[in-house]
Nanobody, 128 residues
Framework: QVQLVESGGGLVQAGASLRLSCAAS????????MGWFRQGPGKGREFVAA????????YYTDSVKGRFTISRDNAKNTVYLQMNSLKPEDTAVYYC?????????????????????WGQGTQVTVSS
């Protein structure tokens, strides 16, 4: 079992920045990849960014490239999502997820079915 706890959400104005954190505990040594997903009002859950836990290689959805950065601190078992130049359309509940089973290409990291543990989510609201 891996437990994930997100933090760092909040209410900001368009153009501002926020940094989300997700701390893993339990069998964190089994983590192979971590990702951020989001679900906006009236929308389905969508992939945002992911990182390979050992190599640090990253993968982003097109709408956040150049604005968001995912990073990790292996010693702290924590993944971060630095969000800059926030837009109202970034408003969503942001979920951290981790995959501990199987090996996948980086280009497959958008698939939510390769993550087997999920956090409770943190709200990000961007006002115009």
């Amino acid at each position: 079992q891996v437990q994930l706890v997100e933090s760092g959400g909040g209410l900001v104005q368009a153009g501002a920045s926020l940094r989300l954190s997700c701390a893993a505990s339990g069998r964190a040594f089994s983590i192979q990849r971590m990702g951020w997903f989001r679900q906006g009002p009236g929308k389905g859950r969508e992939f945002v960014a992911a990182i390979n836990w050992s190599s640090g290689s990253t993968y982003y959805t097109d709408s956040v490239k150049g604005r968001f950065t995912i990073s990790r601190d292996n010693a702290k078992n924590t993944v971060y999502l630095q969000m800059n130049s926030l837009k109202p359309e970034d408003t969503a509940v942001y979920y951290c997820a981790t995959g501990t089973q199987g090996y996948y290409r980086l280009s497959d990291y958008y698939r939510d079915n390769i993550y087997n543990y999920w956090g409770q989510g943190t709200q990000v609201t961007v006002s115009s």
